[in-house]
Structures are given as C-alpha cells and as structure tokens.
C-alpha cells in the first residue's frame, strides 16, 4: 500500500513540476476564465426566449408568457454580465480597468445585446421558413425548430453574431464551436449572413470569418467558404480573406469558394465538388465538366452481362 502511495505522489510531483515552465498550458486561473458550462446554458436559455412555445423551462412552475420570459429575462442578464465581466479582461484597454469600469461596460453590452433579440427573432422566422420551403422532406416547420442542425448552427451563429459586433472577447466562439460540437457545422461567430438562410443536411460545412452571406441562399453538405491561404498568420487578422455570396446563390455539396475577393453573383449556382477562387458572374451556372465513371472487371463474363467490352479489363463510361 505505502508503495502504490508512494508512486502516486510521485506522480503528482513530476506533474506540479512540470507546471512551473511558465507556458500557456501551466496557467491556472479557475476564476479568470469563462465558463463554457455557463455560457452553454446562456444560449440554451436565449433560445427558450427566441422560441417561447417550443422550449419551456421545465424548472420554472409559471407557465404565462409573461412571467417565463421575466425569469429567463433575469437569469440572462446576470450570468451573461458576469461572463462578459470575465473575457472583457482580454480586451487590452480594459485589462488592468478597476472591477467597477468592467462591470458597467459588461452590463452596457448585456442590455445592447438584448436588445437585439427581436430582431434575431425576425431573421430566425425567416430561416424557418426558408428551410420549409427548400425541403420537401420537412413535413411542418416544427419539425425544423425541433430537430435540423442546420436551424440550430444558424440560431447560433445569429446570437453570438451579435455578440461578437459588440466586441465580446471569446464567448462568441464558445457558443459557435458549441453548435459545430453539435452539428458538425462550422460557421465563424464573425460570419455576416442574410435573410433567408437554409443550409441542407448541412455536415461539414465550414464558413469562415470574414465570410459575406446575401440574402435567400442555399448550402448545402461539405460546402467550404474559406480561405486561400493563412500562411500570414496573425498578420492577416481583420483581413477580407473568405467570400462574399450575394443573393439567391444555391451551393452544392462538397464545393470549395475560397478567397476574400472571390465574389459569387446574384442567382449563380454552384455545382458539386467545384473548386473556385475566382469571382463568378450573376446568373452563372458553375459545374465540374468531362467527369468519367471508371468500371473495373476481373471476370469477362461480368463485363459482357453488363452490356461493354470485354476486350479490355476496364472502361470509361460518360
């Protein structure tokens, strides 16, 4: 028994050693630091206010409208305060500010951003209604609310959206990276993105920061907004790297638009697996041509039953 102690403080030792190098990951500041769980529980919260009918709190026994909202309302307000309290320290001119300057900046903005939310809710109806009408596999719109990713990564880029034009340190990404968890959806808190959104099946895809969404555009699976290059690293921040798709765009699976001045015009369709990094003209049709299907045989026979050749192991079919 003395051994096995013996091992584990040990153990423990060469641990506490180890963080005395002075590197990122040996910072211990449990109290300095959002915490993801409440930040989660924020969102969560948010969207019991954009979807009042659809997601009740079950911990609340008020079951009016009125006094729901008043308590969720309430709950916002001081966890979200105090958060943004805590990532506003990442703000240089705020970070050696006196606790009193903090909290009043972090309560300015918590009320700013509430005060975004009927227009969330606006943008929010919208989507809705552009993922019923893009999908003929949604039977009602409560379908939608309830169980497509693509609404959820949306709602979720809409408020930390907001949140992150208001200068909001981290909290923004904790929300995003929550949703791309979630969905498999990646989509930058810094991404601008219109009315009308419908993003289809939606796994994979990846919209990048500085990325620029029209109004009534279409995405679907594996699609990438990104960017050309980031070999300049943090010398490219707050640099256009990722595109701009104007209104009524439709984007097929698995294309690649990369590129901040790469411009997809109004009404262009984007077929699958393209590849751009050039602007595309309004109305254009973009499509992979002279793709061929390649049949293997071993056995003739199969060949003959399948109506080729069978003077050759393989063949090209358009």
């Known amino acids: 028994m003395n ?87 990442y703000d240089e001119e705020l970070s050696d500010a006196d606790e009193m300057t903090v909290a009043k900046r972090a309560e300015d903005i918590t009320f700013e951003f509430l005060g975004k939310l009927p227009k969330i809710r606006e943008y929010i109806e919208m989507d809705v209604e552009a993922s019923f009408e893009g999908d003929p596999a949604a039977y009602n719109k409560d379908e939608i609310i309830y169980s497509y990713p ?19 340190p981290l909290i923004p990404r904790i929300m995003t990276e929550f949703a791309h968890s979630r969905t498999g959806i990646d989509i930058h ?74 411009v997809i015009g109004k009404g262009a369709v984007i077929g699958g697996n393209a590849f751009i990094t050039k602007s595309v003209p309004a109305g254009a049709k973009v499509s992979i041509v002279n793709q061929e299907l390649r049949y293997n045989f071993d056995d003739p026979k199969a060949a003959k039953n399948a109506g080729v050749n069978a003077d050759t192991d393989w063949f090209y079919i358009i």
């Open 3 to 89: 051994n096995l102690e013996d091992r584990i403080n040990s153990a423990v030792r060469t641990l506490l050693d180890d963080y005395e190098q002075g590197r990122v990951i040996d910072e211990v500041k449990s109290f300095d630091h959002p915490d993801k769980d409440v930040v989660v529980e924020i969102l969560y919260n948010i969207r019991k206010i954009i979807f009042p009918g659809y997601f009740r709190n079950k911990s609340y026994r008020v079951y009016t409208v009125r006094n729901n909202i008043s308590m969720l309302t309430e709950d916002i307000i001081f966890k979200l305060i105090k958060q943004i309290s805590i990532v506003l320290r």
């Open 189 to 262: 808190p810094g991404a601008s993105i219109g009315k009308f959104f419908f993003i289809d099946h939606g796994t994979g895809i990846v919209i990048g920061e500085t990325t620029e969404i029209g109004d009534n555009v279409k995405i679907y699976q594996g699609v990438t907004l990104g960017a050309l290059s980031t070999r300049g690293g943090q010398s490219l921040r707050s640099k256009k790297r990722h595109p701009t798709i104007e209104d009524n765009v439709t984007i097929y699976s698995g294309a690649s638009i990369l590129g901040g001045n790469t």
């Open 150 to 168: 693509g609404l959820f990564a949306i709602l979720v880029n809409r408020i930390a959206h907001e949140l992150f034009l208001l200068k909001v």
